[in-house]
C-alpha cells in the first residue's frame, strides 16, 4: 500500500511525514522534497482550467522504477504528497483518490482543533495513517 | 430557524464575556477588541478549510463553477462575499467596491449581528465591539486563501455596516 505519505504547508515545509518503518525514511523524505517541484509546475500549468475535485487530485506526479508518486493540493495551497510501491499493481485511481480524500478530511478536522496552531507539526494523523499503510499488507 | 439565532446569541455572549474579564483583570479596553478579533481569525482560518470540503464534496456540480480555480484577488473577494458570507450569516454582502489597488468595501445593509440591536443611530458607539469578531473571520478567511490582509468595520447606521480589506502587498 503506501509507504510514505505527507502534508506539506503552503510555504513548502512539512507538517506531517510518515513512512514504513523497513525502509530508509531519509530517501522518502527527499522523494517528497523533489516531488515538490513537480507539484507547483502542474499548480501554474493548470492557471486557468477550472478547478473541482477532479483538479483538486493531481495524480501521478513521476514514477521510479521502485515506486509512484500522487499528489494533491487544496485550495489553501497544503499539499498532500503519497509515495506507492510500484509491484502494486492492484492500486486502481479511485483508490487513490478516497485516500487522498480522507486525508483532506483528517486535514479539515485537525484545523478546526482549537489546540492546534496553524503551522505546527501535526499529530493527530497517525492512527488514520496507519490504517491506511498496512490495508492491503 | 434555531441555528441562526444560536450563533447570534453565542457572538453575544462571548462579547459581553470578554469585556467583563476586561473588568476583573488589568486588560485596558483596546485589547478586548482585539482578542476578538484574533478570535474570529483562528476561526476564519477553519472555517475555509471546512468550507473547501464541503464544496466539493457534497455540491460538485452546482459548485463548480464557483469553486473555479481564484484567478485573481477578485475573485477570492467575491467567492468571500457570497458563498463564505452566506455559510455564516445566511445571506450574501449587499455591495462590494474596490479601487483596483488592494482596497475592497464590503457593505452588508442589514448585518445580522446588528439587526437585534437598533434600527438607527441607538447604541452606536457599542457596534464596533460586535463587529471585531467578523472582521478576524474575514481576515483569517483570506490568509488561509494565501492573501494578508487588514480588515476594518465601520457602522454610520444601523443595521449597515461596511468592512474594509486592505489586501498587502509583499
Known amino acids: ?65 521502485d515506486y509512484k508518486v500522487y499528489g494533491y493540493v487544496t485550495n489553501s495551497k497544503v499539499k498532500f504528497v503519497m509515495v506507492v510501491d510500484s509491484s502494486n499493481t492492484a492500486l486502481r485511481d479511485n483508490e487513490i483518490r478516497s485516500m487522498f480524500r480522507k486525508l483532506h478530511n483528517s486535514y479539515t ?29 | ?38 478570535m474570529g481569525f483562528r476561526v476564519g482560518q477553519g472555517l475555509i478549510e471546512r468550507r473547501n470540503t464541503v464544496l466539493l464534496l457534497v455540491d460538485l456540480f452546482r459548485f463548480t463553477k464557483d469553486t473555479a480555480r481564484f484567478k485573481d484577488e477578485l475573485d477570492i473577494m467575491k467567492f468571500i462575499c457570497k458563498d463564505f458570507w452566506t455559510t455564516v450569516f445566511k445571506k450574501q454582502i449587499d455591495n462590494l467596491r474596490t479601487n483596483h489597488q488592494g482596497i475592497y468595501v464590503l457593505q452588508d445593509n442589514k448585518f445580522r449581528l446588528l439587526t437585534q440591536m437598533s434600527a438607527g443611530k441607538q447604541y452606536l458607539e457599542h457596534a464596533s465591539k460586535y463587529l471585531a469578531f467578523t472582521c478576524g473571520l474575514i481576515r483569517g478567511g483570506l490568509s488561509n486563501l494565501g492573501i494578508k490582509s487588514i480588515v476594518t468595520a465601520e457602522v454610520s447606521s444601523m443595521p449597515a455596516c461596511k468592512f474594509q480589506v486592505m489586501i498587502q502587498k509583499l
Do not use: W
Not at chain 1, 523497513?22 to 523533489?34: I, P, S
Not at chain 1, 485537525?110 to 499488507?137: E, H, K, L
Open chain 2, 1 to 38: 430557524m434555531a441555528d441562526e439565532a444560536l450563533f447570534l446569541l453565542l457572538h453575544n455572549e462571548m462579547v459581553s464575556g470578554v469585556y467583563k474579564s476586561a473588568e476583573q483583570g488589568e486588560v485596558e479596553n483596546g485589547r478586548c477588541i482585539t482578542k476578538l478579533e484574533n
Open chain 1, 109 to 137: 478536522d485537525v484545523m478546526c482543533n482549537p489546540f492546534y496552531n496553524p503551522g505546527d507539526r501535526i499529530q493527530a494523523f497517525d492512527n488514520m495513517v496507519t490504517s491506511m499503510m498496512i490495508q492491503v499488507c
Open chain 1, 1 to 65: 500500500m503506501a509507504v510514505c505519505i505527507a502534508v506539506i504547508a503552503k510555504e513548502n515545509y512539512p507538517l506531517y511525514i510518515r513512512s514504513t518503518p523497513t525502509e530508509n525514511e531519509l530517501k522518502f523524505h527527499y522523494m517528497v522534497h523533489t516531488s515538490l517541484d513537480v507539484v507547483d509546475e502542474k499548480i501554474s500549468a493548470m492557471g486557468k482550467a477550472l478547478v473541482d475535485q477532479r483538479e483538486l487530485y493531481l495524480g501521478l506526479l513521476y514514477p521510479t522504477e
